[in-house]
């Protein structure tokens, strides 16, 4: 099977001047681009006036399990996404024990979504699942450690003993022997919040001289992000392996500004020094996770089940009240830092909490009778069994451009699978809403800088070779679309809309959609990590 795209503007994913050339496929390999292409080919896309362009590539998605289910792919392939990761802030379905496997899928359900029909249990047997599912799109994943210290010693907050420590270590050298790009750590969420920097250093010390990257979401991202990152490089440099930080923000209006700009006047002096960092974001100025999330560490730490079923005592509320106020050392305390009247309840699965969803903490407790935020948090979350998603209003938009023109920064979606039924717009349109608002309409960026954030940097971060790039030789991966119409229509009111205006997808060598069909759903393989050079 041979593709001849024709007469498009090629963003070759570099970064360089666009051009006007052709793209000659033949197999899953691109054979020639950029010259006048002369010979036959099976199927003849004619690009003139449209970019022609790599597939995208999200480094950050919560898709661990929604990739194997029979509806996957659209939502990813109509925003230009040819390969994504899961595996991020530390979730992730594998390992799993029959004993902890219950609390882990209530811990992974708000962003992950449900697998307690999937069979698998190791890392081994997750990456089998995937090599012989039909993927839309290509997958690769990271080991999760928060999956791994579920698997180890549940939501107990004590530090690993000796022995769990080379469990965990057995497990991330599994995960990484199966092909994992590395291993994502997620600081801010219990049971993770437990975890020292020295004990993270040690588990990611398994990568040192081999592969893989450390993807962190860190422990704060407020007042103390400078304390964060610091505390991440840390942990890599300890380590010996290069960081990627998830999803770098300011959040919450302290640390808008001058806070970031310390933050990255950190990252870049250890960068001058030689120390491999780089970050990703997604182009909103909303956050979004579980609602667990806003509940003190300390009220956790008696195990995940236990403290669920607790928020029904009014002692208990009384407590995370107090904890509230207080704070705890060591954890972001969001109904601070950002506050409740930010902070939107996205999923409820009773009908009966249906009326919350799409209205801030501060107006749920005032208009359905509850004395306060805390009792409403703790009755939501009691009544869901903990699965709850919310949406926090969280980040400057000065800021976020800021971070889009460091050189060093990609895109990403961060999208989530769980159950919300508003979802954060970024799981529908994160990557044309880029195009759309950075580029297009507010010039932030330039279109070949753009691209290269969702192409050519992330293949080099996760150690890809041969990917990103319109260049002989590299996987035939590729895009067509036209810039003026390309864009998301997700927004917070309305978020699952598909975004529209690609004309084509191809993906090793095929042709997959056009024209807002979707016309295969076998063309995706797994990505196999690699140690970035």
Not at 185 to 214: D, F, H, Q, W
């Amino acid at each position: 099977m041979s593709i001849l795209i024709q007469g498009g503007t090629i963003v070759d994913g570099s970064g360089n001047a666009p051009f006007t050339g052709d793209i000659f496929i033949e197999g899953n390999v691109i054979k020639s681009a950029g010259a006048h292409y002369t010979g036959a080919a099976d199927e003849l896309i004619y690009a003139g006036g449209k970019v022609v362009c790599p597939g995208f590539i999200d480094l950050h998605r919560h898709c661990d399990t929604a990739a194997l289910a029979d509806n996957f792919g659209l939502i990813e392939i109509s925003q230009g996404i040819t390969s994504c990761f899961t595996g991020n802030c530390g979730m992730a379905p594998v390992p799993n024990r029959p004993e902890t496997r219950p609390a882990l899928q209530n811990y992974l359900d708000p962003c992950l979504g449900d697998f307690s029909c999937e069979t698998f249990r190791t890392p081994a047997e997750y990456a089998a699942r995937l090599r012989s599912a039909p993927l839309p799109i290509n997958i690769g994943f990271y080991a999760g450690m928060g999956a791994i210290r579920i698997a180890c010693k549940g939501f107990d907050s004590s530090p690993f003993t000796p022995a769990q420590m080379e469990e965990a270590r057995a497990y991330l050298r599994e995960s990484l022997d199966c092909g994992a790009a590395g291993m994502s750590i997620g600081l801010m969420y219990v049971p993770e919040a437990y975890c020292s920097t020295s004990e993270i250093a040690a588990l990611a010390r398994v990568m040192n001289g081999s592969k893989g990257i450390l993807c962190a979401h860190m422990r704060w991202e407020t007042e103390h992000l400078v304390k964060a990152v610091r505390e991440v490089i840390t942990i890599a440099k300890e380590a010996g392996v290069p960081l990627e930080i998830s999803h770098f923000k300011a959040a919450g209006i302290k640390a808008w500004g001058g806070i970031l700009r310390e933050a990255i006047d950190l990252i870049e002096s250890e960068r001058a020094r030689g120390c491999d960092i780089t970050v990703d974001f997604y182009p909103y100025d909303c956050g979004s996770s579980t609602m667990l999330q806003m509940l003190p560490p300390s009220y956790l730490a008696g195990g995940l089940e236990e403290s669920i079923a607790g928020l029904c005592k009014s002692a208990n509320i009384d407590r995370i009240r107090k904890l509230l106020v207080e704070g705890e050392p060591g954890w972001d305390n969001l109904s601070q830092t950002i506050g409740w009247d930010r902070t939107i309840v996205s999923s409820a699965g009773l009908a009966e909490n249906k009326k919350f969803i799409g209205k801030t903490v501060t107006a749920c407790a005032r208009e359905f009778g509850f004395s306060d935020e805390v009792e409403f948090v703790a009755q939501l979350l009691y009544s869901e069994n903990g699965k709850v998603s919310i949406i926090n209003r969280s980040m400057s938009q000065d800021d976020i451009d800021t971070i889009a023109r460091l050189p060093y920064s990609s895109l990403i979606s961060d999208a989530l699978y769980g159950p919300a039924q508003n979802p954060h717009p970024r799981l529908y349109g994160a990557f044309p809403r880029f195009l759309r608002a950075f580029v297009r309409e507010r010039n932030v960026l330039d279109l070949p800088t753009a691209i290269r954030k969702m192409t050519s940097q992330p293949a080099a971060r996760a150690g890809l070779p041969s990917r990103g790039l319109l260049r002989p030789g590299y996987h035939a991966d590729v895009i067509v679309f036209d810039s003026a119409n390309f864009q998301d229509n997700a927004d917070y009111s309305a978020a699952a809309q598909i975004s529209s205006g690609l004309d084509y997808a191809i993906i090793g060598g095929r042709i997959v959609y056009h024209a807002g069909k979707l016309l295969c759903r076998n063309a995706g393989s797994v990505l196999q990590g690699a140690r970035p050079s």
